[in-house]
């Protein structure tokens, strides 16, 4: 099945425990509607409110892409018994986030100790625990570390177990994914998920890698997330095409045209 779509969205996560500074900044929210003047946000939940009121007052075809990761690999959903929609439960359960703290560290921990029994595979913590290291395990104690869908990718992305460091992205996942199930919850019928769910819906979800992008287009820039969004939006807008062709069975990420 082939979508298109009127309006392309693309959102630039942070997993910042406290606001945002007030001047815009680097490595804090950003998201962009096809290409337009990138809007900033200094915490999680000023985009939440901004972004659901956006997709309730527009009856367009909507493609909102993401820039954390959706699943796990397979392995780690089978360990905790879940599937996408189950993992996604859990986490909206077990995640507590507002603009000033939040217990990622926690729920990474418990999902080690759920999942393994042991400190693996979620790593990188400012506190080490029984059931979460600060630094990466040994080769031996872990899974694979990246879904086949990211493993296919160069340049080859972060895993979603690394909580903590230059270009991790799992401290996003784990605060982004309930975002992602209040959404689902919200709107119901008028949402899908892609690659899990057929993009049949009035919105629909995916996600997104910037770095994908030529490295030209925001480099020397002060924000470059910034000109991420700008210019992802942008070439999603002009080529937004899914197809069942282009994910693997534990995920899916969006490529520009």
Request: hydrophobic share 45%; aromatic share 10%; with cysteine.
């Amino acid at each position: 099945m082939e979508a298109r779509f009127d309006n392309v969205i693309v959102v630039d996560w942070s997993a910042r425990s406290r606001p945002a500074p007030a001047r815009p900044s680097r490595d804090a929210i950003w998201w962009s509607v096809n290409g337009e003047e990138p809007q900033y946000e200094r915490t999680r939940q000023d985009l939440e409110a901004q972004l659901t009121q956006l997709l309730i007052g527009t009856k367009d075809r909507l493609l909102v892409g993401f820039d954390f990761c959706f699943s796990y690999p397979r392995w780690f959903l089978e360990a905790l018994g879940v599937d996408w929609r189950g993992l996604w439960t859990l986490l909206a359960a077990a995640i507590q986030d507002t603009p000033h703290a939040n217990n990622r560290f926690e729920a990474a921990a418990a999902l080690n100790r759920r999942a393994t029994g042991r400190a693996a595979p979620f790593w990188g913590a400012p506190v080490e625990s029984e059931f979460l290291k600060r630094r990466k395990p040994p080769s031996a104690a872990l899974g694979a570390q990246l879904r086949d869908c990211e493993a296919a990718l160069r340049p080859r992305p972060k895993s979603a177990f690394q909580l903590l460091g230059a270009g991790s992205v799992g401290s996003q996942t784990l605060l982004g994914i309930p975002l992602l199930e209040r959404l689902r919850r919200r709107f119901a019928a008028e949402l899908r998920v892609w690659p899990f769910e057929p993009p049949d819906a009035r919105i629909v979800l995916a996600e997104v890698y910037p770095s994908l992008l030529p490295k030209r287009l925001w480099s020397g820039a002060p924000i470059p997330d910034r000109e991420q969004v700008r210019h992802l939006a942008a070439a999603l807008r002009r080529g937004a095409v899914l197809d069942r062709q282009t994910f693997t069975p534990d995920g899916g990420i969006l490529r520009p045209p």
